[in-house]
């Protein structure tokens, strides 16, 4: 009976290590998934309320509304550095995501804004703190989100549009090509 004791014991030793690796890497592979599923909701939600920020001329913290910045003329909308708007977009983002991520370490967030499109990206070091297993680990420890959104803004582009036209219409042979787009156009 001793040996057959004993035996059981000398299983264990050789399969209680792979049990608890086993068990601390599906820990740490759920840290990895939460961080990401984490990083990409927070960036649809500040991208959603940074399309809604543009259009409406809002503090996109706390969704008051500006009304200073709603009523500028064209051209100073047209001229004026979009800087400002994307660091206070990447400033939200960084702070929203440093309050929720286990195990990773935010390392870039750019945040784009072109005339009709947003994007944002953010990049981020998952951190496994067993250093000398990391090589265990088979997934790239680089978490990046990328996302794009366009956005219309129907007050901007019907001032363009009417800029355009009152220019246009002062330039010499502007009825010409008037009547030959209309004769073009089906009724």
């Not at 000398?10 to 599906?26: D, H, L, N, Q, S």
């Not at 660091?87 to 945040?111: F, G, P």
């Not at 990206?121 to 990391?134: A, R, S, Y």
Request: aromatic share 10%; charged share 25%.
């Amino acid at each position: 009976m001793n040996k057959i004791k004993a035996s059981f014991t000398i299983e264990a030793v050789f399969i209680m290590p792979i049990v608890i690796f086993a068990i601390i890497f599906i820990i740490y592979l759920s840290f990895y998934l939460h961080d990401y599923c984490k990083m990409q909701g927070i960036t649809n939600g500040v991208l959603h309320k940074a399309t809604m920020n543009l259009k409406h001329e809002t503090d996109i913290g706390t969704g008051k509304v500006n009304y200073d910045e709603i009523n500028k003329g064209l051209i100073s909308q047209i001229f004026e550095s979009s800087d400002s708007k994307e660091k206070e977009i990447e400033d939200y983002t960084i702070k929203l995501l440093s309050k929720s991520l286990i195990a990773t370490k935010i390392t870039d967030v750019h945040v784009s804004k072109g005339i009709l499109n947003l994007s944002i990206k953010v990049e981020g070091k998952f951190q496994f703190p067993l250093k000398g297993l990391l090589w265990i680990i088979p997934f790239d420890k680089t978490l990046l989100v990328e996302i794009k959104s366009a956005y219309h803004y129907p007050a901007n582009s019907i001032r363009l549009s009417e800029v355009i036209l009152d220019t246009g219409s002062k330039i010499k042979g502007f009825d010409k090509i008037k009547e030959s787009i209309e004769k073009l156009m089906p009724k």
